[in-house]
């Protein structure tokens, strides 16, 4: 009874913007660690940025000073603001978190379906 939804996707230009976010809903005590991975055609899935449920940031070397990864506890979203594009950064972009939906229980990780970005003139 947990989702996310992942939405901000597209097609950008190369040195453009773009911004990412995700949703949980469902039944939902408390959400722990959330992140970003992304999964280019025939490549495997990969880090892009997570974020502790205090805030910290942290980022993969291929998009460090380029993203910045957020979160609103209180409405259980998550953003990802992505400068300077580049080609190499088109992928499916995915969310996931750790998200805790019975008293007493470990979280499960949830992922959301993805969304695209395609980083192209």
């Known amino acids: 009874q947990v989702q996310l939804v992942e939405s901000g996707g597209g097609l950008v230009q190369p040195g453009g913007s773009l911004r990412l976010s995700c949703a949980a809903s469902g039944l939902i005590l408390s959400v722990s660690a959330m992140g970003w991975y992304r999964q280019a055609p025939g490549k495997q899935r990969e880090l892009v940025a997570t974020i502790t449920a205090g805030g910290t940031p942290d980022y993969a070397d291929s998009v460090k000073g380029r993203a910045a990864i957020s979160r609103d506890n209180a409405k259980n979203t998550m953003s990802l603001q992505m400068n300077s594009l580049k080609p190499e950064d088109t992928a499916v972009y995915y969310c996931?978190?750790?998200?805790?939906?019975?008293?007493?229980?470990?979280?499960?990780?949830?992922w959301g379906q993805g969304t695209q970005v395609t980083v192209s003139s």
């Open positions: 996931n978190a750790y998200i805790t939906s019975r008293w007493g229980a470990r979280p499960d990780l949830y």
